[in-house]
């Protein structure tokens, strides 16, 4: 033990920790690879097969949007040459979750059906939603309001996906960030600016929706694979001149169109039409609109005005701006509540005592 802490000592001293991942992308600089679909197409079909070496039983995670879809779309047109298929059958297994007439059911049933998969369809309702919010912020270890949002219903699909004897799901996080798939991309004035933020997004993943892909399943011991952040996939589609992937509507090209444009085969579709050309839904939207507005109301209920009014005395550092980052709040101090740091001399002294 006294050397860990000797070897955490002199980390500290000499200059903190080095990241040893240093791809091109990492510098921000704008790259100027010309668009291949084929490329793009055999990288990213190349990310998803080299997930599939497993052997548990596992399935794919399903929104309907387009980046899960692509996923799902893959893994069955590969599937029948596997291993995994002769142990476990060559049907896939897709799961998908929302309230009872959400968007995201919907978009599900229609790829599930389109790819003849083994489709769950898994319903929740906003009392359970809030019922499960301190168990979830628990396990995800954040405050953060979207990810909160989005991560509830995740965490009420892995414990069910679990239930199952599932021990392993692909997911399709990541595309949004490597492509510029939100819809406030619309705004980026040009391409050196859209190339920055993709790189900015992709270095924050871990806070954000990566935390919550890992932690809402290893909450309930199933493990998340998301083969758009393959390394080698990364590099690829980063490696573009980020102009194609500006959203043109004079162009007809809209958010993610060189993703979408690659899996476009007339000859053999990998999705319908309209799938592969589904505009954006966030998760947390996806799986129902009254969900949010749900938690909305709970919050409102047990965070009062004059709360609100003292939330920069209570909480100095990143301070609530809403009833609901409020209330998130109180709960993740519940389970972990600030303390004060050590000084590093303080430290040394405790490390080292005369």
């Not at 000592?9 to 100027?32: A, C, D, V």
């Amino acid at each position: 033990h006294l050397s860990c802490l000797l070897i955490c000592f002199l980390t500290f001293i000499l200059g903190g920790l080095r990241r040893w991942y240093n791809p091109p992308w990492f510098s921000e600089s704008i790259p100027s690879a010309p668009y291949d679909p084929l490329l793009i197409r055999e990288s990213f079909e190349k990310a998803v097969i080299k997930r599939l070496m497993t052997d548990v039983p596992f399935g794919v995670l399903l929104s309907g949007g387009l980046d899960s879809s692509l996923v799902a779309s893959v893994v069955s047109r590969h599937l029948a040459e596997t291993k995994v298929a002769r142990q476990w059958g060559n049907k896939l297994h897709t799961f998908c979750i929302g309230l009872k007439g959400s968007p995201d059911l919907k978009a599900a049933k229609e790829v599930a059906d389109y790819l003849g998969t083994v489709h769950h369809e898994l319903h929740f309702t906003v009392q359970e939603g809030i019922d499960a919010l301190e168990e979830v912020i628990y396990h995800i270890e954040t405050y953060d309001v979207t990810t909160i949002r989005a991560s509830t219903p995740m965490f009420l699909m892995s414990r069910k996906i679990k239930s199952l004897g599932v021990k392993m799901v692909l997911s399709g996080e990541g595309s949004d960030e490597i492509f510029g798939g939100y819809l406030y991309f619309h705004k980026a004035p040009n391409k050196k600016e859209l190339h920055e933020e993709t790189c900015r997004k992709i270095k924050a993943l871990h806070l954000y929706d990566c935390l919550r892909a890992n932690k809402a399943t290893s909450a309930w011991g199933l493990e998340a694979r998301v083969p758009f952040l393959d390394k080698n996939f990364i590099n690829v589609a980063m490696d573009l001149d980020p102009e194609c992937k500006m959203i043109r509507r004079d162009l007809g090209r809209m958010e993610k169109w060189v993703l979408r444009n690659a899996f476009d085969d007339e000859k053999k579709p990998y999705l319908p039409k309209h799938i592969l050309y589904r505009q954006k839904e966030q998760f947390s939207d996806g799986v129902g609109y009254s969900w949010i507005d749900g938690l909305k109301d709970h919050a409102n209920a047990h965070v009062s005005d004059s709360m609100m009014t003292n939330a920069s005395f209570v909480y100095p550092e990143n301070t609530p701006t809403t009833k609901e980052a409020y209330y998130y709040r109180t709960v993740f101090e519940k389970f972990y509540p600030k303390v004060q740091k050590l000084q590093p001399a303080f430290a040394f002294i405790m490390i080292f005592p005369s």
